[in-house]
């Protein structure tokens, strides 16, 4: 569920509440957890072959306020043919457990080979 804050024909960008079940692995406290937050999603087709796309999620345990995730994402894509894409990406996440004294901060570059059928 979600809001199209921009909807046009190269430039997109929406935002909405989210919910759902994650699990966590920390030393005082393991398994599955309820939680709410937000999302916040971004894609731009600067040319026809050439994309650029960002994400932000927030997710917040409703029952244990100092647990919580921020993740974001960020890709620059080039199509080379009809299917096959490259890509660069980033990808940030940080995730407090402070009850436990616990934060974990993590950080990914990649590239992708993408083909679209």
């Known amino acids: 569920v ?12 929406s935002i909405g509440p989210a919910a759902g079940i994650q699990y966590t692995e920390y030393t005082t406290e393991v398994g599955w957890h309820f939680v709410l937050g937000a999302y916040q999603d971004f894609q731009c087709s600067l040319l026809e072959s050439f994309r650029i796309r960002q994400s932000a999620y927030f997710f917040q345990d409703p029952w244990n306020t100092a647990s919580h995730a921020v993740r974001t994402h960020l890709e620059v894509s080039q199509k080379l043919s009809r299917i096959v894409s490259l890509g660069l990406a980033w990808d940030y996440a940080f995730e407090g457990e402070v009850g436990g004294n ?3 901060n993590q950080q990914r570059l990649g590239l992708n080979l ?3 059928f």
């Open 2 to 13: 979600g809001y199209w804050l921009l909807q046009g024909e190269r430039t997109k960008l």
């Open 102 to 104: 616990i934060s974990q």
């Open 114 to 116: 993408g083909l679209d």
